[in-house]
């Protein structure tokens, strides 16, 4: 479990097939064979370890569900480590698992600070309300405003200079997580009594 909150910007240094390589350091601190780590929203386990670096496999559902497979070397990627019980839980419940891929539909300045709308899909805006928390590429984020298809987040400068949101462009495809508690809920209400 992940709470959306970055740690640090990791960078794709290679991508071979379905393994893929990231420069970073603080995330390295008490990682091992088999950790998790999110990136870009995506928990991924630990497959090889270097001192500045390391290794993923991404799968076949990981590729398909998220933006992962069109990254390359030089590519900017949020990373954070799981939660453990003696943090504090900033941010909200994020998993890793992606939903699906929105598409940023305008980047507008906003003082300091920016104003981005997302496409989302169509399936997965039932689980989005406003004020209600979504994770975009990783980054835990407050929903501002919702209009038919589209969210509205407000970034603060802080959010824009630590994670790659500050690099986005109308266009480009970002990873989102809805918010598992909607999930549940609408599951539990449209099942129909035996």
Known sequence: MFSGIVEEL???REVDGHRMRVGCRTVLADASVG???AVDGVCLTVVDLEPDAVAFDLSEETLDRSNLGRLGPGASVNLE???TLATRLGGHIVQGHVDGIGRVASVTPDGDGATIRIVVPEDLMRY????GSIAVDGVSLTVAG???DTVTIALIPHTLAVTTLGRVAPGDPVN???DVIAKYVARLTERSPA
């Open 146 to 148: 919702l209009d038919g």
């Open 128 to 131: 989005v309300v406003e004020k």
């Open 81 to 83: 480590r799981p939660v």
């Open 10 to 12: 990791g960078e794709v």
């Open 35 to 37: 950790s998790s780590i």
């Open 176 to 178: 989102l997580e809805v």
